[in-house]
Every structure is written in structure tokens, then in C-alpha cells.
């Protein structure tokens, strides 16, 4: 039986009424996306068509995810709330402070050591509230998700980027920050823009050497990083029906690497047989009643250009594999064209380490179908020419590879399996060597390669492509490989060709495991108490963030201009820091270390103009906070791209940072600087970027006549008196206004709960 039944019955109930009247307000036939987002709308049954791209709206979704390293600061977050419990199911996640070195049990045991009073924190804090909590080495939050959250029609919201997975099981599952969070689980109504729609109509079969994964790098390549922005992305044709329901999710987690809102697949069968398989029959029953409602109506799919605002079309007969990278997702090339575009930019042939799993690529299908290749390597006399690890996504999938040979099949060719966590694929790997910072390349099957995202070191050369491609590639060891046309030679000397992968889709035996890792809440837990040391380096309860005084911010000086791209990565780096994402002083000490200064071209190297010398950036910023000056952070295009982490923003709200202001801003960082009090602005006019100085000084000049729509005038006074007159649009509606005002917006939120 599901968890939460009765919910998602309930969502079902109201589904065909509320899809109904919105078709009839609307006027034309509906896709899957406005069908999911009309029926959870905050007022109910819908009574207005929404514009896309234009009209904020509030939304109630049905549950929130957290992963351990963002739960921390969301739950901190909530316990100001004066909430006894959370308003919508809820789950907490331990995921990420697990860092891959020797092998799962070594390294799932030194992270219960090392991480033990925050695991103790969230056990308790969600013990206390009602939240489900997935322990340690339970698997990966979107797996874990998809095993036994997710279901067809459903609305929810996750402290993590990649949440948008559960869009495999024909979900809105959207990213982002914890004060979001925070809203919906003290019972609000939650706020998205309502987003664009883009179509991608598959046509014909995967087949061969080519999976799910080459269909989001192909549509990368084509949007690029930022071309999904505002948008949601809904697959459709006989090629999205074809697929596994796995798959599915694969497509969909990448999403957020173009930029979009979140992805989605209508209702199929695929989706019936796995939720039937992770014993969800009651929701692949209730779902087979309102089939039609589970998918864009007929008319959108047959005529996509009538109904979609952008239409891709990919023909999976013809799609090749792909590997994208290296530094950047959406650099996409076909395996067929690897060895020339290699060689061209001078990129290392030789393969260090290939890596698979992670929350993109970690289900039942996708490890069989790299265990095909992997027992080739005994079969055909082959030996392994790069290092290759596999991390599962769940103890579920670990526990069924394991009883069904997978991993022994590994084992023999001297592989590692890691624990069932992010790992390597959030920066948590302890990789030998890493920190000579030799120029290297390896291949995964992540979803980011940003610049020392995997090991730190930044000038690793990190490919993404599918699991199986990824371990005939570590097999070969060789960028140039491709296993469609190129030959190996074994330890007989002779010529072998590896054969395509195959694997079941799911289990024959069904899913299994002897303890899957969740803890149930209390019953009550008005008596369960929550502890946090005032020495503690892992943990420190928030103070909140004051109120704007109503005047005109000036004599702000420039904390750093950002050159090119500037990520969540870049802002806020993962990796080691993830031991401090419940310490809102300790982690400040990372903000923007990662950035470029485009005065010096160096990272983590600024002016300090009170001072004239040149620091760190989080110890400028430290330098004027403590001084009573207000700084401001300039940026590039697409600024705050990558992972959902609203620390990000909370860093430079804690350090004195007012504003932020951008040629254009990724979706989950505009939000997260709102949230926190920030005014998060972009220029008018792009080339303004330019007349940015070193030494600059900001005045506001109109910002207490802050209102929707009007832009702000900034006046930057240069070193040598003169000025530039720069206009800064924002997208702020009333209510967010109000979160300025108010210093953020979960000050509204305890402000409310104390009424």
C-alpha cells in the first residue's frame, strides 16, 4: 500500500472537475501540465485563465521533499514557523553528507561518526513535526522518491534541484529553496510564476546502444543551459510510451539543467507497471480510473504548435549516444564525432575514471544494462583500462542488484561500489590525487559538470552520458571509444566488439530489502525535544534577518563583479562545505569563493575598498558588514544556474549584502533571494554590465517607491567622481514586496503564526 493514499485519492477526486472547468475557462483543449498545476491551485476550483510567462499564482501542492544538506537550513527555518506540525506530507532525506572513498559499508560507517549530530538533528526535529525521515544509506532522495512518493497527477516541491525526477512518474515536481518550503509545509500557499510550455514529441524506438539519458542530452544541446528557463517541459508520442518509467525520470532530472521549471510524461502503462512493482497497486488503480485526465488531451499531442509555446521533435530511431562536456551540460556531441571534437580541442584521451549512478541514472534498469557490458569484460577477456565505480540510488535497487548478481558480475572486474548517496556527483568524493590538480578526463552518469563539481579539481574534464555508454567507455578507457563501430583488443590478442546492452526493465523477483531506511514520525511529538549546542561547528538556530528600514540603500560599495559563469556551485560550493549547511556563519565563509573577479580574472580575490587591499571575498564582505556598509554583488548571465541551494542567497544576506543585480537570473536563485529579504535585479540594459568599476560606490535613488513594475534607479559613483545612472528591472509583485519590507519571508510567515 502507498504512503498517503487517502491524499492522493483525494487529489484524484477533484481531479476530473477542476480539469473540466479549466478546459472550459480556458476555451481549448489542455496539456498534462496545465491539467496538474489547474487542479492544485490554491483557491480551488480554477475561475481564470493564467497567462504564461506573465502571472504569478498560488498554488497548493500535495508534499515536500528535503535532502539532508538543505533540510537542515529549511528545518531551522520552519522551527521559527510556530507550526506543531507540518500542514502537507513531508520526508527528510540523509543523502548527501556521505562522501565516497573506499566502498559503501566503510564509507556509510565514518559518515554516521562524522555526521552524527546533524543525522540526530533531523531525526528529531522530523520525529517532532510529523516528517518521514529516510536514514542514512537509504538511497538517494529522488530515487527514494520515485520508489514511494511519487504518483501520476501529483503537485510537489523539493529543497534540491533534481526534485523535477519524479516527473518520470507523470508529476509537476519543481525545485526549490527551503523559506519555499518552509511556506508550504506551515499550511501557505506556495507561488510560481505560471510557467511556458515547451513540447518534445518523440517518435520512433530506442534501440541499441542508445537510452533515455541521449534524449535530455540531445534536447541540452539544443536549449542550452538557460533555454528551459520559465518554462515546463512535457514529453509526448509513441517514443515517450515506449520508454521505461525509470527512464522517464532519467529525461526529466536532467531537466534541470536546461533551466527548466520541471519536466513531465503523461499516464501510461510503463508508469502502471512500476508503480505496481514498488507495491503501489492501489495508486496505479486509482490512477487507471482517470487515465484520460493523466495526460494532455489528444488535440495538443496531434497538433503540439497549436498548444505548446516552443516544439521540439527527436526521432529516437535516429538519435544517437551522446557525451556532453566537458565544464558544462549542454555541450552536447554524438559519440560518432567524440574522437574528432577531442582531438580538435585537445582534451585528454585517456579515461582516468568512469562513474555511474547518482539520482539521474541509479534504477533497477539502468544498472542491468551496465552490468550487460560489465560482464563482458570476463566474457570476452577484456580487462577494465579506467577506474569505474557504480553508486545505486536506493538500499532498495542495492539490496535487487545484489540478490540478482549485478553486483558480484562488478565485483569481478574489480570495480567499486559506493553507498547509496549523491557522492561523487555533489562533490562528496574523496578522490586520490585530486588535489595536484593534474589535467584529467573521466565520464559519469551525473547530471552536472561545472569545473570541479565531481573532485575539485579544476582541470578535470568531466563527460555525462548514459550508464551503459559510460562503461564501455571505462572499459575501452579511451574519449575516442565508440562501442557502435570500434573494436577492443582482449588478452588473446585478439580483435572483439562489444555487444549492446540489454536489461529488464524491472526486477523478475520484484524489489526487496531487508531494512529500506525509513523512520515513521511520532504519533505526538509535542514532547520530543531538539538540541543544538551554541559550540556546535555543524549546527547554529537562525536569528532573523531585519526589516527594511524604508530608506534609500547608499554608500553600498561593490563586493565583486562576477565574470561569466557564476552557479550555486560557484556561490556556495558543495564538497567539503556540505558539513557546515546547518551553520549559517560557518558556510558564509565559502560565498562566492568560486566566483571570477572580472578585474583580476582570479577567483576569491577582491577589493577591499576600505582598506585598499585585495581578500577573500566572504572576508571583504565580513570587513563591511562589520563596518556598517552595505555591499552589493554584480553578475553575469544566468546567474545562480545549477543546484536549488538557498544558501546561496541566505550567505550574502547574513554578510551585509543588499542586492544583486544581473544581466538574467536562474529561476530558483531569483526566488531564494527574494525569500531571504535580497533585492535580486537585472539591468535594464545588459551592456550597463560594463560600466561596473572596481572602486565603485551605489546609491538607490527611488527605492522607497519600490512597487511592482517600476524599475529602480542606481547611481554608481566611480573612484574619480564621475557617475553612471544605471535602470535595474525586477520581476517583484506585491506580496514579494513584502518580503522585502519585512526583512524576509519566513518573518512574515512567524509573524503570522504569533497572531
Given at each position: 500500500?502507498?504512503?498517503?493514499?487517502?491524499?492522493?485519492?483525494?487529489v484524484?477526486?477533484?481531479?476530473?472537475?477542476?480539469?473540466?472547468?479549466?478546459?472550459?475557462?480556458?476555451?481549448?483543449?489542455?496539456?498534462?501540465t496545465?491539467?496538474?498545476?489547474y487542479?492544485?491551485?490554491?483557491?480551488?476550483?480554477?475561475?481564470?485563465?493564467?497567462?504564461r510567462?506573465?502571472?504569478?499564482?498560488?498554488?497548493?501542492?500535495d508534499?515536500?521533499?528535503c535532502?539532508?544538506?538543505?533540510?537542515?537550513?529549511?528545518l531551522?527555518?520552519?522551527?521559527?514557523?510556530?507550526?506543531?506540525?507540518?500542514?502537507?506530507?513531508t520526508?527528510?532525506?540523509?543523502?548527501?553528507?556521505?562522501?565516497?572513498?573506499?566502498?559503501?559499508?566503510?564509507d556509510?560507517?565514518?559518515a554516521?561518526?562524522?555526521?552524527?549530530?546533524?543525522?540526530?538533528?533531523?531525526?528529531?526535529?522530523?520525529?517532532?513535526?510529523?516528517?518521514?525521515?529516510?536514514?542514512?544509506?537509504?538511497?538517494?532522495?529522488?530515487?527514494?522518491?520515485?520508489?514511494?512518493y511519487?504518483?501520476?497527477?501529483?503537485?510537489?516541491?523539493?529543497?534540491?534541484?533534481?526534485?523535477?525526477?519524479?516527473?518520470?512518474?507523470?508529476?509537476?515536481?519543481?525545485?526549490?529553496?527551503?523559506?519555499?518550503?518552509?511556506?508550504?509545509?506551515?499550511g501557505?500557499?506556495?507561488?510560481?510564476?505560471?510557467?511556458?510550455?515547451?513540447?518534445?514529441?518523440?517518435?520512433?524506438?530506442?534501440?541499441?546502444?542508445?537510452?533515455?539519458k541521449?534524449?535530455?542530452?540531445?534536447?541540452?544541446?539544443?536549449?542550452?543551459?538557460?533555454?528551459?528557463?520559465?518554462?515546463?517541459?512535457?514529453?509526448?508520442?509513441?517514443g515517450?510510451?515506449?520508454?521505461?518509467?525509470?527512464?522517464?525520470?532519467?529525461?526529466?532530472?536532467?531537466?534541470?539543467?536546461?533551466?527548466?521549471?520541471?519536466?513531465?510524461?503523461?499516464?501510461?502503462?510503463?508508469?502502471?507497471?512500476?508503480l505496481?512493482s514498488?507495491?503501489?497497486?492501489?495508486?496505479?488503480?486509482?490512477?487507471?480510473?482517470?487515465?484520460?485526465?493523466?495526460?494532455?488531451?489528444?488535440?495538443?499531442?496531434?497538433n503540439?504548435?497549436?498548444?505548446?509555446?516552443?516544439?521540439?521533435?527527436?526521432?529516437?530511431?535516429?538519435?544517437?549516444?551522446?557525451?556532453?562536456?566537458?565544464?558544462?551540460?549542454?555541450?552536447?556531441?554524438?559519440?560518432?564525432?567524440?574522437?574528432?571534437?577531442?582531438?580538435?580541442?585537445?582534451?585528454?584521451?585517456?579515461?582516468?575514471?568512469?562513474?555511474?549512478?547518482?539520482?539521474?541514472?541509479?534504477?533497477?534498469e539502468?544498472?542491468a544494462?551496465?552490468?550487460?557490458?560489465?560482464?563482458?569484460?570476463?566474457?570476452?577477456?577484456?580487462?577494465?583500462?579506467?577506474?569505474?565505480?557504480?553508486?545505486?540510488?536506493?538500499?532498495?535497487?542495492?539490496?535487487?542488484?545484489?540478490?540478482?548478481?549485478?553486483?558480484?558480475?562488478?565485483?569481478?572486474?574489480?570495480?567499486?561500489?559506493?553507498?547509496?548517496?549523491?557522492?561523487?556527483?555533489?562533490?562528496?568524493?574523496?578522490?586520490?590525487?585530486?588535489?595536484?590538480?593534474?589535467?584529467?578526463?573521466?565520464?559519469?552518469?551525473?547530471?552536472?559538470?561545472?569545473?570541479?563539481?565531481?573532485?575539485?579539481?579544476?582541470?578535470?574534464?568531466?563527460?555525462?552520458?548514459?550508464?551503459?555508454?559510460?562503461?564501455?567507455?571505462?572499459?575501452?578507457?579511451d574519449?575516442?571509444?565508440?562501442?557502435?563501430?570500434?573494436?577492443?583488443?582482449n588478452?588473446?590478442?585478439?580483435e572483439?566488439?562489444?555487444?549492446?546492452?540489454?536489461?529488464?526493465?524491472l526486477p523478475?523477483?520484484?524489489?526487496?530489502?531487508?531494512?529500506?531506511?525509513?523512520?515513521?514520525?511520532?504519533?505526538?511529538?509535542?514532547?520530543?525535544?531538539?538540541?543544538?549546542?551554541?559550540?556546535?561547528?555543524?549546527?547554529?538556530?537562525?536569528a532573523?534577518?531585519?526589516?527594511?528600514?524604508?530608506k534609500?540603500?547608499t554608500?553600498?560599495?561593490?563586493l565583486?563583479?562576477?565574470?561569466?559563469?557564476?552557479?550555486?556551485?560557484?556561490?556556495?560550493?558543495a564538497?567539503?562545505?556540505?558539513?557546515?549547511?546547518?551553520?549559517?556563519?560557518?558556510?558564509?565563509?565559502?560565498?562566492?569563493?568560486?566566483?571570477?573577479?572580472?578585474?583580476?580574472?582570479?577567483?576569491?580575490?577582491?577589493?577591499?575598498?576600505?582598506?585598499?587591499?585585495?581578500?577573500?571575498?566572504?572576508?571583504?564582505?565580513?570587513?563591511?558588514?562589520?563596518?556598517?556598509?552595505?555591499?552589493?554583488?554584480?553578475?553575469?548571465?544566468?546567474?545562480?544556474?545549477?543546484?536549488?541551494?538557498?544558501?546561496?542567497?541566505?550567505?550574502?544576506?547574513?554578510?551585509?549584502?543588499k542586492?544583486?543585480?544581473?544581466?538574467?537570473?536562474?529561476?530558483?536563485?531569483e526566488?531564494?533571494l527574494?525569500?531571504?529579504?535580497?533585492?535580486?535585479?537585472?539591468?535594464?540594459?545588459?551592456?550597463?554590465?560594463?560600466?561596473?568599476?572596481?572602486?565603485?560606490?551605489?546609491?538607490?535613488?527611488?527605492?522607497?517607491?519600490?512597487?511592482?513594475?517600476?524599475?529602480?534607479?542606481?547611481?554608481?559613483?566611480?573612484?574619480?567622481?564621475?557617475?553612471?545612472?544605471?535602470?535595474?528591472?525586477?520581476?517583484?509583485n506585491?506580496?514579494?514586496?513584502?518580503?522585502?519590507?519585512?526583512?524576509?519571508?519566513?518573518?512574515?510567515?512567524?509573524?503570522?503564526?504569533?497572531?
Amino acid at each position: 500500500m502507498a504512503f498517503d493514499i487517502e491524499m492522493i485519492e483525494k487529489v484524484y477526486a477533484n481531479m476530473t472537475s477542476r480539469v473540466d472547468k479549466a478546459r472550459e475557462i480556458v476555451g481549448r483543449p489542455l496539456s498534462l501540465t496545465e491539467k496538474i498545476l489547474y487542479n492544485h491551485l490554491w483557491d480551488g476550483t480554477p475561475s481564470v485563465a493564467f497567462t504564461r510567462g506573465a502571472d504569478y499564482v498560488d498554488f497548493a501542492p500535495d508534499r515536500v521533499a528535503c535532502q539532508d544538506a538543505t533540510a537542515q537550513m529549511a528545518l531551522l527555518q520552519f522551527m521559527h514557523a510556530g507550526k506543531s506540525k507540518v500542514a502537507v506530507p513531508t520526508t527528510v532525506h540523509c543523502d548527501h553528507l556521505i562522501q565516497a572513498k573506499v566502498d559503501a559499508v566503510t564509507d556509510l560507517a565514518r559518515a554516521k561518526t562524522q555526521s552524527n549530530e546533524v543525522f540526530e538533528f533531523l531525526s528529531s526535529v522530523s520525529n517532532k513535526y510529523g516528517i518521514g525521515f529516510w536514514k542514512p544509506g537509504a538511497g538517494i532522495i529522488h530515487q527514494v522518491v520515485l520508489e514511494n512518493y511519487a504518483f501520476p497527477g501529483g503537485m510537489m516541491i523539493g529543497t534540491d534541484s533534481h526534485t523535477v525526477n519524479a516527473g518520470g512518474l507523470g508529476m509537476v515536481a519543481i525545485g526549490v529553496g527551503g523559506a519555499d518550503a518552509v511556506d508550504v509545509m506551515s499550511g501557505m500557499a506556495w507561488e510560481l510564476k505560471f510557467p511556458k510550455l515547451i513540447g518534445v514529441k518523440l517518435t520512433g524506438k530506442l534501440s541499441g546502444w542508445t537510452a533515455p539519458k541521449d534524449v535530455i542530452l540531445k534536447v541540452a544541446g539544443i536549449l542550452t543551459v538557460k533555454g528551459g528557463t520559465g518554462a515546463i517541459v512535457e514529453y509526448f508520442g509513441e517514443g515517450a510510451t515506449s520508454m521505461s518509467c525509470t527512464g522517464k525520470g532519467t529525461i526529466c532530472n536532467m531537466g534541470a539543467e536546461i533551466g527548466a521549471t520541471t519536466s513531465t510524461f503523461g499516464y501510461d502503462a510503463s508508469m502502471g507497471r512500476y508503480l505496481r512493482s514498488t507495491n503501489r497497486a492501489d495508486v496505479a488503480d486509482a490512477a487507471d480510473k482517470i487515465a484520460p485526465y493523466l495526460t494532455g488531451d489528444a488535440e495538443v499531442y496531434t497538433n503540439p504548435e497549436l498548444y505548446f509555446d516552443q516544439v521540439i521533435e527527436i526521432n529516437l530511431d535516429e538519435l544517437e549516444p551522446h557525451l556532453n562536456g566537458p565544464y558544462t551540460p549542454d555541450l552536447a556531441t554524438p559519440i560518432s564525432k567524440m574522437k574528432e571534437e577531442a582531438i580538435k580541442n585537445n582534451w585528454p584521451l585517456k579515461i582516468e575514471v568512469g562513474l555511474i549512478g547518482s539520482c539521474t541514472n541509479s534504477s533497477y534498469e539502468d544498472i542491468a544494462r551496465a552490468a550487460s557490458i560489465a560482464k563482458q569484460v570476463t566474457d570476452k577477456k577484456l580487462k577494465l583500462k579506467s577506474k569505474f565505480t557504480i553508486t545505486p540510488g536506493s538500499e532498495v535497487v542495492r539490496y535487487t542488484i545484489e540478490r540478482d548478481g549485478f553486483i558480484d558480475t562488478f565485483d569481478k572486474i574489480g570495480a567499486t561500489v559506493f553507498a547509496n548517496a549523491c557522492g561523487p556527483c555533489i562533490g562528496m568524493w574523496d578522490r586520490e590525487g585530486a588535489d595536484k590538480e593534474e589535467r584529467n578526463t573521466i565520464v559519469h552518469s551525473f547530471n552536472r559538470n561545472f569545473s570541479k563539481r565531481a573532485d575539485g579539481n579544476p582541470n578535470t574534464l568531466a563527460f555525462v552520458g548514459s550508464p551503459e555508454l559510460v562503461t564501455a567507455m571505462a572499459i575501452a578507457g579511451d574519449l575516442g571509444f565508440n562501442p557502435l563501430t570500434d573494436t577492443l583488443i582482449n588478452e588473446d590478442g585478439e580483435e572483439v566488439m562489444l555487444e549492446a546492452p540489454t536489461g529488464d526493465e524491472l526486477p523478475k523477483n520484484g524489489f526487496d530489502a531487508e531494512d529500506p531506511g525509513f523512520q515513521a514520525p511520532a504519533q505526538d511529538g509535542s514532547g520530543v525535544q531538539i538540541a543544538v549546542s551554541e559550540t556546535s561547528e555543524r549546527l547554529q538556530l537562525l536569528a532573523p534577518f531585519l526589516p527594511w528600514d524604508g530608506k534609500n540603500i547608499t554608500g553600498a560599495k561593490l563586493l565583486i563583479k562576477a565574470f561569466g559563469k557564476c552557479t550555486t556551485d560557484h556561490i556556495s560550493m558543495a564538497g567539503p562545505w556540505l558539513r557546515f549547511r546547518g551553520h549559517l556563519d560557518n558556510i558564509s565563509n565559502n560565498m562566492l569563493i568560486g566566483a571570477i573577479n572580472a578585474f583580476n580574472q582570479k577567483p576569491n580575490t577582491v577589493k577591499n575598498q576600505l582598506t585598499g587591499t585585495y581578500d577573500a571575498v566572504p572576508a571583504v564582505a565580513r570587513a563591511y558588514k562589520a563596518a556598517g556598509v552595505p555591499s552589493i554583488v554584480v553578475g553575469d548571465h544566468n546567474y545562480g544556474e545549477g543546484s536549488s541551494r538557498e544558501h546561496a542567497a541566505m550567505e550574502p544576506r547574513f554578510l551585509g549584502v543588499k542586492a544583486v543585480l544581473v544581466k538574467s537570473f536562474a529561476r530558483i536563485h531569483e526566488t531564494n533571494l527574494k525569500k531571504q529579504g535580497l533585492l535580486g535585479l537585472t539591468f535594464a540594459a545588459e551592456a550597463d554590465y560594463d560600466k561596473i568599476q572596481e572602486d565603485d560606490t551605489i546609491n538607490f535613488t527611488d527605492l522607497v517607491d519600490f512597487a511592482p513594475g517600476k524599475p529602480l534607479t542606481l547611481e554608481f559613483v566611480h573612484a574619480d567622481g564621475t557617475k553612471d545612472i544605471i535602470l535595474a528591472n525586477h520581476t517583484y509583485n506585491e506580496g514579494q514586496i513584502g518580503w522585502f519590507v519585512a526583512g524576509s519571508a519566513l518573518n512574515l510567515i512567524a509573524a503570522a503564526g504569533k497572531a
